[in-house]
């Protein structure tokens, strides 16, 4: 009797051992599955790349952000640590984010080389064409731990190019003048971003062989060009800028059939997911114009 109670007393004391194991194993393998499901929290410096994060699902990650990261809505809420010319070094170290996503073009270079120095981990956006806004979301998404959508945002990107540019491949090409800045009077050329709009909606840009990007012009440049359609887009952003006054120069083709659009620059000019949508939106404005074109002509 006495041994039974004894093999029972130690089979309850090896059971209750056993189970305060397994309690511990667990809570070792929910604390390396919380390390790999954890998403990397993040500071993103430039509007498009907090766009193209929200887009993804990973805009709940970001923890600072630069001027003008007003997209979506609740972009505003994220807190500000610098704009395109300065960034705060320190507000990035109280900060501590586990991955930087800053913009090649965009940001000051000699903080982005401190940061690294410093040990952050900086990647960059860097889009020049339609085609690199799906490369990055897939990127992004992978490093933020969205891959299944990053996946879908991407190809669903791609088929939506695809189907905007097979829509006017076979248009009928006219002449359009791209205002990008009133003051001086700056439009684009080949290596813009915009450039590939007029590309896809089949219009002729007058400056598209000239060398620098962004050319400053004078309105005597424009004139020979006989422009069919200005393209003027306006930003929430600057309010208080003034377009070009083009009803100044009546004898311009695009004035004269009052054909000049204005889309939305944030839009146009922000290499995110969004840009398709301006990119329909000009391409059917501008085939609008053409059909004008075509009654008066006929």
């Known amino acids: 009797m006495k041994l039974t109670v004894l093999l029972l007393t130690l089979l309850l004391i090896a059971n209750a051992a056993y189970a305060e194991l397994n309690k511990e ?12 499901e954890a998403k990397p929290t993040i500071i993103a410096l430039s509007p498009h790349i907090v766009e193209m994060l929200y887009d993804i699902g990973a805009g709940e990650q970001i923890i600072g952000t ?16 610098g704009n395109y010319i300065r960034l705060q070094l320190e ?10 996503i800053a913009w090649k073009n965009g940001n000051p270079s000699d903080d982005l080389a401190r940061l690294e120095q410093l040990g952050f981990n900086v990647i960059y956006s860097h889009p020049q064409i339609f085609s690199d806004i799906a490369k990055e979301v897939r990127h992004f998404a992978k490093l933020t731990g969205h891959s299944a959508q990053g996946e879908r945002v991407a190809k669903k990107f791609e088929l939506e190019l695809a189907k905007i540019t097979m829509a006017y491949q076979d248009k009928t090409v006219i002449t359009g003048f791209y205002e990008l800045w009133s003051r001086p009077l700056t ?12 590309n896809i909606c089949k219009v002729k840009n007058p400056f598209a062989q000239v060398i620098t990007p962004y050319p400053q012009i004078s ?6 060009a006989a422009v069919q359609v200005i393209i003027q887009p306006l930003s929430v952003n600057q309010k208080e800028r003034e377009g070009f006054n083009w009803q100044d120069w009546p004898m311009i083709p695009a004035v004269a059939n009052k054909q000049i659009i204005q889309p939305d620059a944030d839009a146009m000019h922000r290499m995110t997911v969004r840009s398709l949508t301006a990119l329909k ?4 404005a501008i085939d609008k114009t053409r059909t004008i074109l075509q009654q008066k002509h006929n």
Request: charged share 30%.
């Open 281 to 284: 939106d000009l391409c059917a």
């Open 91 to 100: 507000r990035v170290i109280e900060l501590q984010p586990d991955l930087i």
């Open 187 to 198: 439009t684009v050329a080949k290596g813009s971003w915009p450039q590939q709009f007029f």
């Open 25 to 36: 194993l667990n809570r070792e393998t929910n604390k390396e599955l919380s390390k790999k």
């Open 66 to 81: 630069t001027a003008f990261a007003d997209y979506p809505e609740q972009a505003k809420k994220i807190p500000r640590i």
């Open 219 to 224: 309105i005597e440049q424009v004139l020979p």
